[in-house]
């Protein structure tokens, strides 16, 4: 199964070299925020980061690949979180966030990605 991460591409790319990937808010929330649905990446994108200057990329995450734990914090099972450092082989596929004229993202089914 996948799951989706947004992150802006510059600080993904200084993660390259890490031996695990670790967002800015694992150090406060102690997990990464994932969600299982790709149409619900453009929201999450639009409420988290759409007043944010720099491209944004979609990391797809293949949960056999994940090395940490992943739990599911709500009742629907719809937002995994990752209790640890995100294993780079995990990561199938990572693709550039695209906006619109607004600024809002658009959701990876706009831009022919499919999971």
């Known amino acids: 199964m996948l799951i989706y991460h947004l ?9 390259i070299k890490n031996a695990v990937y670790l967002p800015k808010p694992f ?3 102690g997990f990464i925020h994932c969600t299982k649905r790709a149409d619900e990446m453009a ?3 639009n409420r ?3 007043h ?3 491209p944004h990329v979609y990391l797809y995450i293949e949960t056999r690949r994940v090395k940490a734990k992943i739990q599911y914090d709500d009742a629907a099972k ?3 979180h990752i209790y640890g450092g995100l294993n780079h082989d995990a990561i199938v596929a990572i693709k ?3 906006r619109d004229a607004t600024g809002a993202f658009l959701p990876p089914e706009k831009l022919g990605i499919k999971a």
């Not at 992150?7 to 993660?15: G, L």
Request: aromatic letters at 18%; glycine letters at 4%; zero cysteines.
């Open 48 to 50: 988290f980061y759409k």
């Open 27 to 29: 150090a406060q929330d």
């Open 52 to 54: 944010e200057r720099g």
């Open 43 to 45: 929201r999450v994108a």
């Open 96 to 98: 550039i966030a695209r």
């Open 78 to 80: 719809q937002y995994p």
């Open 7 to 15: 992150v802006p591409k510059r600080f993904y790319e200084r993660q």
